[in-house]
């Protein structure tokens, strides 16, 4: 039987990053067009592996490549390896693992540059490497099934490659990141340590790189929501760094939309329009709902869940029983969950139960990162799911073929397990939030509030059961920002789940709208 997968696993939460070409850190190719081609072995400790007019110490391979970005062809350079986390005393605290694409050719000083990062906590960044943003990707079938081993990847038309370098970061203890011999780990594991180091990161590179004067952006994948909030404020108030802007894809800021339990009832109402989407998806609702297009299905779930469910919630035992009648008819039609289930629960039916009912008829359950994927159970009877079939469906193909690119055309050896997805960041500190949910929209708002150039582009997918679109809407409307800042606040929602640059059409129109973006964000 399977596990549980972990709540903010996914999150193909990532990101992703370009860099410039640096002459320190590593040997240049020696000279012709093989030796231009061949990538170089990592510096070990006892190489010289930095320049003595540097202080940062990064231990690389360098390659290069190419590919065809909307019919135009864009060259790159490829830095693959650690860079040395350091105290203000010099002592190294971690190595933390990066991939930075460069762009060849142009300005590296005044070109737009972009830090990637996934979620979990405990993510790697390969899962918008090698899903949206960075020159190679898999491709998934259109119709959530799963794909048959072995995997490959392929050469990635949408990339961003084409308008902003790409510097994909991994989290201390995720990807080959780690900290220091002897060094603690829990110095790392917690929201505020893991905002000042992956901060100092890009502080760093950002001076090793000479690209300061550069555009500056955050793109992070679910945790790395709360994330790249926490940065934003983190990198203004200790360095001075401002940022032109940040992208949050299927975004986690605010928990208490998100976290299911006794006296917090806002979840229900934020989950509530994606089950609507997921019954629609899996042809679940009456024919006259099945009729209609998905985002009215959806439109229709918001209203019913800001309006009549929120009240009869709110109202507790107090509600009267015609309108609890009412609310309950109303949700079975658009839910596809039977009357009599929504009664025994209370009205309150979690994601995991959700996942397990909506199709216990034809045993099957329903995918958490992506409510489009179905699995089977060891038995239909269970109250909730035993695994994630959205979850198994991706996770393996994303492992395969990033130690396969990593090793084979990157040329980073390196014999330690890549962790994509690993519970070895736990615990995870939040105690700057005793006694609260933990909320990150507060140091979003004073960043955006203090550099008003701040621009924030927000992507959902209607199937993501992780990371609902409208847990996000309530929480960008519960922003506090001034009205005139309101503006610059972009949300669009796609067709898919967690990561719905899988899906094709999505990841075609989430491009476009980020090439528009990124033009008008600095």
Request: glycine share 8%; charged share 20%.
């Amino acid at each position: 039987m399977r596990t549980q997968l972990s709540f903010w696993g996914l999150l193909p939460l990532m990101t992703l990053i370009w860099l410039p070409p640096l002459s320190w850190g590593y040997e240049k190719p020696s000279g012709g067009a093989e030796s231009a081609e061949r990538a170089q072995s990592p510096k070990g400790e006892g190489d010289e592996a930095e320049s003595p007019t540097t202080p940062f110490h990064v231990s690389s391979v360098e390659t290069v490549g190419a590919v065809e970005i909307h019919g135009q062809r864009v060259e790159y350079q490829v830095e693959t390896g650690t860079f040395d986390q350091t105290s203000d005393s010099g002592e190294v605290k971690a190595k933390v693992f990066f991939v930075a694409y460069t762009r060849v050719g142009l300005e590296g000083r005044t070109r737009p540059v972009t830090f990637a990062f996934n979620g979990g906590p405990g993510s790697s960044s390969v899962w918008l490497h090698l899903g949206m943003l960075g020159p190679k990707r898999i491709v998934f079938p259109e119709d959530a099934s799963p794909l048959r081993p072995p995997y490959h990847l392929e050469n990635n038309p949408h990339s961003l490659l084409d308008i902003t370098d790409l510097v994909f970061i991994d989290p201390v203890s995720t990807g080959f990141s780690r900290p220091a011999e002897k060094e603690d780990k829990s110095q790392f594991h917690g929201y505020q340590e893991d905002v000042r180091s992956v901060g100092q990161f890009i502080h760093d590179w950002t001076s090793h790189a000479s690209r300061w004067e550069s555009p500056k952006f955050l793109l992070g994948e679910s945790y790395g929501g709360i994330r790249a909030a926490g940065l934003s404020e983190h990198l203004q108030s200790r360095y001075n760094l401002e940022l032109n802007g940040a992208v949050v894809i299927s975004g986690a800021i605010n928990f208490q939309t998100l976290r299911f339990g006794n006296g917090n009832d806002l979840p229900y109402i934020c989950f509530l329009p994606t089950y609507a989407a997921t019954a629609w998806y899996h042809q679940a609702l009456s024919e006259d709902l099945q009729a209609l297009p998905l985002d009215e299905v959806v439109a229709r779930a918001e209203d019913l869940a800001l309006g009549k469910y929120a009240d009869v919630l709110l109202r507790g035992s107090s509600a009267t029983p015609a309108a609890v009648t009412e609310v309950v008819q109303e949700l079975s039609q658009l839910t596809g969950l039977s009357e009599t289930y929504l009664r025994r629960s209370n009205l309150r039916v979690p994601m995991s139960h959700f996942g397990k009912e909506l199709l216990r008829d034809a045993n099957r359950t329903i995918g958490r990162f992506d409510s489009r994927y179905k699995g089977i159970d060891q038995d239909s009877v269970g109250a909730q799911t035993e695994y994630d079939p959205s979850g198994a469906a991706i996770f393996g193909p994303f492992t395969a073929t990033m130690n396969q690119y990593l090793r084979e055309e990157l040329k980073y050896e390196q014999p330690r397990t890549y962790e994509i997805l690993t519970n070895k960041v736990h615990p995870w500190n939040y105690d700057t939030f005793t006694g609260r949910y933990v909320d990150g929209t507060e140091s979003l708002r004073e960043a955006m509030t203090a550099n008003p150039f701040f621009k924030l582009y927000v992507a959902c997918g209607y199937n993501d059961l992780a990371t609902p679109h409208f847990a996000m809407q309530y929480t960008l409307d519960h922003l506090g920002l001034d009205e005139s800042l309101r503006k610059n606040v972009t949300v669009s929602r796609f067709e898919g789940g967690h990561m719905m640059y899988i899906y094709e059409p999505s990841m075609e129109r989430l491009r476009d709208e980020l090439v528009k973006w990124y033009s008008e964000a600095y």
